[in-house]
Structures are given as structure tokens and as C-alpha cells.
């Protein structure tokens, strides 16, 4: 499988600009088309989730290359202390997810 996706992802970026966003079956991750180092692609994972509308929910996500980072980002994430802080904010600047954007039906 591992060959099998590496082939995919050179073929999807073959002709792709340079930090252009390919979307992947997994909602919310892209893959980016970073400039080239010498000879060696340079290609990285962006996480940038969805919001209701199928956009990202930020300009940049958080680009990655390894999977060790992608652990160290989960590890600070699943603090318990982080979802607090962000609970303070939201009440802090009055920002709240729970405000749900119609469509304007025109």
C-alpha cells in the first residue's frame, strides 16, 4: 500500500503550484506542494478542518512533514488544560461555535 500511495501523491501533485492545496479522501487534510530542496520534493500534510460549509476553518492549517509532530501536536491538544483555556477565551471575547450562519437564499 505504501508504494501504491506514493504513487498517488506524486501523480496528484505532478502539475500542481508551488503551496496549492490538494484536498485527500480524509476531510480536513490536504496535501501541500512546498518548494523544492535541491532535487529532493518537498511535500507536506496540512490539517485545516472543515467548516459547515466545506471551506477550511483557517487561511493555514498546521503543516506537517513527520509523524512525530503530528504526535507531539495531539500530545499538547489533549491536555485537559488546553480545552480549559479555550473555554475561558470563548467567554472572555464572547466567540462561540454555536452560532449557525444561514444561507441567504437569493
Do not use: C, Y
Not at 501523491?9 to 485527500?24: D, F, S
Not at 493555514?60 to 491536555?79: A, E, P, T, W, Y
Amino acid at each position: 500500500m505504501s508504494q501504491e500511495l506514493e504513487n498517488k501523491i506524486k501523480e496528484a501533485l505532478e502539475n500542481v503550484k508551488v503551496w496549492q492545496r490538494v484536498p485527500t479522501s480524509v476531510s480536513g487534510v490536504f496535501l501541500v506542494k512546498a518548494p523544492s530542496k535541491g532535487m529532493e520534493e518537498s511535500i507536506m500534510m496540512e490539517i485545516n478542518p472543515l467548516d459547515e460549509r466545506g471551506s477550511p476553518i483557517k487561511r493555514r492549517g498546521i503543516f506537517l512533514r513527520q509523524k512525530s509532530h503530528l504526535n507531539s501536536f495531539l500530545d499538547v491538544m489533549n491536555q485537559e488544560s488546553v480545552g480549559e483555556l479555550l473555554e475561558t477565551l470563548e467567554k472572555m471575547t464572547g466567540a462561540s461555535e454555536d452560532r449557525n450562519v444561514s444561507s441567504v437564499e437569493i
